[in-house]
C-alpha cells in the first residue's frame, strides 16, 4: 500500500506544478515577411484566421496565467501556406519563448506576443 501511495504521489507531482490559466477571447501575433522586411501585427480572435501573404493563420485558442492578462501568452496556431496540403505549423506558441516551438519557415516568421480580453 505504501508503494502504491508513493507511485500516486510522484504521478500527481506534474499536475500540481502546472501553472493556472484564463482563457483569453483572442491574440495579438506578429508576423515578419523576412523577403522584404514587412513586420505585421494581427489581432485575431479564438477561432478566426488571417491570410498574410502566401500564409494563413489560424488562432484555435489563446490563454494567461490566471489573473495576470499582460504576463505570458499561450496560443495553439494553425499556419498553411498557399497550395500545401499539411500545415506548416500546429501547435501552441509561447510568447516568452518563442524558440521552444517555432515556425519553421524560409520565409514567413510568426510569434505570439499577448492574448486579448476584450
Known sequence: MKRFLCALAFLATPALAQEAV???NGAVL??????NAKVSDITLANGA???MGLIEVSLRECRYPKGNPSGDAYAFL???EAGVAEPVFRGWMVASSPALNPLDHPRYD???L????S
Open 114 to 117: 499577448r492574448c486579448t480580453t
Open 22 to 24: 484564463n482563457p483569453g
Open 78 to 80: 494553425t499556419i498553411r
Open 30 to 35: 506578429r508576423a515578419l515577411d523576412k523577403l
Open 49 to 51: 484566421r488571417e491570410t
Open 110 to 112: 510568426v510569434w505570439v
